[in-house]
């Protein structure tokens, strides 16, 4: 009994969570239901790349719906900007009103948007390489992405992609514009006091090309046959008319479960297979670490111990030749007097751990927030804004920690110290992505940042961020020095050259290997879905992919730390933090091995955007990473050298 009765609980209070979570209503999330022939509002958002036919991808950028080359059929008076959350814009999304008029659970048969439109050479030359790209469009109906369906060969599942092509390649290479909308939208009859009551449950859209749909002289419109393609002349004036058609269709499925279609996970069973092999192979490979690691610091903490007490009985004559014979020929004890002693540039790896400590913090409590449920995809932009918000708040730790390591280095600029910590970092990372920020908005892509959500982000950081960090570095700075259980002596110790792999380049590059190694299988879809603008969702992968991410870091620089030690090398301060920290440099190398194998850019920019970015995120898990190997080594150092006697 008590064996079956843990995992029941466990297992059931796992299942309760999220569905506690949903019963929050986050802005967003509380269902509308509509009553029959009610106007359901279609918004429209902005065109995104998508993987095109040869699973490329061929531009990172985004283009607003009303792009004027673009010559979709705007709303009377113009498109009307929906509110939307801080994150939401940041990540790109720009909703907008748009001329459909659905109403729900009756079907409309042919309809035309607005009149005829012409497209001349320059907008057909845009428009045919944005469909070669491979564009989708993006509407939102009652906050449901309209979606296509898509059949999964390896599942044998149907499931909801979002986004529907802008047009298609034909097999002649022929670039085919999509004007007509076919919308199936999927309703759920609700009893509501007494009567009937609708919820949009899903949105599917089936876009086709018809050359001779056109409007009548009465004002009706004709949306012309199926199978004849509308093929823009890049040399002469296209005149079309954009049609749609609407069908709606009774759902069993519930409101609350009509994200389930959306979220596909391509493959389960090799996403679990890697994951579990990936971490059974980390778990193993630091069990034997940790046991051979503990096994050889047992035998040398009881050979110094067993050493200490010889010297002491034997005050007279041989025990001086005992002592210098056996205790100098090895170890990490050597170096007790210096292993404590300040590192160089104490300043700014105080100024990175208080930063590291904060994305720490940070990462940590998105993922949680993410796992149980309180993310989902119907709030669109509500991770962003919540990963700023953390973050900001999240200042206040950075303070702490960075005054607590500077004052534990010795360090004597303590108000450089109390600047740098809420400033350099943020402002590097801020101050690079408003440089990225420029070229987008050159290019005259919808994925430009406003001006007015950058002020935001100044503005957050300012009045949260940075007051939070100056108290927490206050607060810091009041606590007693953390001491080592070791006096670091007056003169330091000669490093003797390093040899094979703990040189500084071999052993940097090799520690930032089995990190990378335990986030490797994720990051290819996070960073698919970053940017293909695909809803990411498999947060309880993350979620173990960031546990193991963490395990590895420490025990992999705690290693490095302790084959330093033993070869008398003490300076170990920067070589863990560069040594755990490359687990970003393979991280931008993996986008770089991505961007060869799998992105076909034309131009500078996107790659310039491309690369930039990579490097921007390498540069964040940089810091995170080297920060955990530090503070592990760190921990490891202060509990070998406290199981010592030093006299
Ligand atoms: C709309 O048309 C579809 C077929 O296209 C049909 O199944 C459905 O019942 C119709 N809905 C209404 C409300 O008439």
């Given at each position: 009994m008590r064996f079956t009765d843990r995992p029941t609980l466990f297992s059931s209070v796992l299942l309760a969570l999220p569905s506690l979570s949903s019963a929050f209503y986050l802005p967003g999330v509380a269902p509308t239901s509509y009553?029959?022939?009610?106007?359901?509002?279609?918004?429209?958002?902005?065109?995104?790349?998508?993987?095109?036919?040869?699973?490329?991808?061929?531009?990172?950028?985004?283009?607003?719906?009303y792009h004027p080359q673009l010559h979709f059929c705007q709303p009377e008076g113009g498109p009307k900007d929906i509110r939307e959350s801080l994150g939401s814009i940041l990540f790109g999304d720009r909703i907008q009103t748009s001329p459909f008029e659905l109403h729900m659970a009756q079907n409309e048969t042919c309809k035309a948007i607005c009149g005829e439109v012409k497209f001349d050479a320059r907008s057909a030359k845009f428009i045919n390489r944005r469909i070669a790209q491979g564009y989708n469009i993006n509407w939102l109906v009652d906050g449901l992405p309209a979606a296509q369906l898509h059949y999964d060969a390896v599942t044998q599942t149907k499931f909801y992609s979002p986004?529907?092509?802008?047009?298609?390649?034909?097999?002649?290479?022929?670039?085919?514009?999509?004007?007509?909308?076919?919308?199936?939208?999927?309703?759920?009859?609700?009893?509501?006091?007494?009567?009937?009551?609708?919820?949009?449950?899903?949105?599917?859209?089936?876009?086709?090309?018809?050359?001779?749909?056109?409007v009548l002289e009465d004002g009706t419109a004709d949306c012309g046959t199926r199978n004849t393609i509308v093929a823009l002349n890049?040399?002469?004036?296209?005149?079309l008319t954009w049609t749609y058609s609407v069908s709606w269709k009774e759902s069993p499925t519930a409101w609350a479960t009509r994200w389930d279609k959306y979220l596909h996970v391509y493959d389960p069973k090799i996403h679990w297979f890697s994951l579990i092999n990936s971490a059974v192979f980390v778990v193993f490979l630091v069990g034997m670490v940790g046991m051979i690691l503990i096994r050889a610091l047992k035998k040398d903490i009881a050979r110094y111990n067993r050493l200490d007490m010889i010297s002491l009985e034997d005050l007279d004559g041989t025990s001086a030749a005992v002592e210098d014979g056996i205790q100098e020929d090895s170890g990490w004890k050597l170096v007790h007097g210096d292993v404590f002693r300040c590192p160089k540039s104490p300043l700014l790896l105080s100024v990175l751990l208080g930063n590291g400590a904060q994305l720490f913090m940070m990462t940590g409590v998105t993922v949680v927030f993410a796992l149980l449920g309180l993310l989902s995809p119907a709030n669109r932009g509500f991770l962003?804004?919540?990963?700023?918000?953390?973050?900001?708040?999240?200042?206040?730790?950075?303070?702490?920690?960075?005054?607590?390591?500077?004052k534990a280095f010795g360090g004597e600029a303590w108000k450089r110290n109390i600047v740098m910590t809420p400033l350099l970092i943020p402002g590097f990372i801020f101050c690079t992505f408003f440089l990225f920020n420029l070229f987008v908005w050159a290019k005259g892509s919808s994925g430009a940042v406003p001006f007015g959500t950058m002020l935001a982000l100044v503005l957050i950081w300012f009045?949260?961020?940075?007051?939070?960090?100056?108290?927490?570095?206050?607060l810091g700075f009041r606590q007693a020095a953390i001491e080592g259980p070791t006096k670091t002596n007056q003169i330091p110790r000669q490093v003797p050259p390093m040899s094979g792999s703990l040189r500084t380049i071999p052993s940097i590059l090799l520690t930032g290997i089995l990190p990378f190694g335990a986030i490797f299988v994720e990051l290819y879809?996070?960073?698919t879905s970053l940017w293909t603008n695909k809803i990411y969702?498999?947060?309880?992968?993350?979620?173990?992919?960031?546990?193991?991410?963490?395990i590895t870091s420490a025990a992999t620089t705690v290693l490095l730390v302790y084959f330093l030690l033993c070869?008398?090398?003490?300076?170990?301060?920067?070589?863990?933090?560069?040594?755990?920290?490359?687990?970003?440099?393979?991280?931008?190398?993996?986008?770089?091995?991505?961007?060869a194998t799998r992105v076909s850019f034309g131009g500078l920019t996107g790659t310039v955007l491309y690369v930039g970015y990579s490097a921007l995120i390498g540069f964040v898990v940089f810091i995170l990473t080297g920060s955990i190997g530090v503070f592990a080594s760190w921990a490891f150092i202060h509990r070998i050298y406290g199981s010592i006697k030093v006299d």
């Open positions: 009553d029959e022939g009610q106007t359901v509002p279609l918004f429209v958002n902005h065109l995104t790349p998508g993987l095109s036919r040869d699973d490329q991808l061929h531009s990172v950028f985004a283009y607003d719906y986004g529907f092509s802008l047009g298609d390649l034909d097999d002649s290479g022929q670039t085919v514009l999509n004007n007509h909308f076919n919308i199936e939208i999927d309703y759920h009859r609700v009893g509501y006091r007494g009567k009937s009551q609708y919820r949009v449950v899903g949105v599917l859209v089936y876009p086709e090309s018809r050359a001779d749909s056109r890049e040399e002469a004036e296209t005149p962003a804004t919540a990963i700023l918000l953390v973050s900001a708040i999240f200042g206040g730790i950075s303070g702490y920690v960075s005054a607590r390591v500077y009045v949260i961020s940075v007051p939070l960090s100056v108290a927490g570095s206050w879809f996070i960073m969702y498999m947060f309880g992968f993350l979620f173990l992919c960031y546990g193991l991410m963490i070869a008398e090398n003490y300076r170990w301060h920067w070589r863990a933090f560069f040594g755990a920290g490359m687990t970003g440099g393979y991280v931008f190398l993996n986008a770089l091995i991505f961007w």
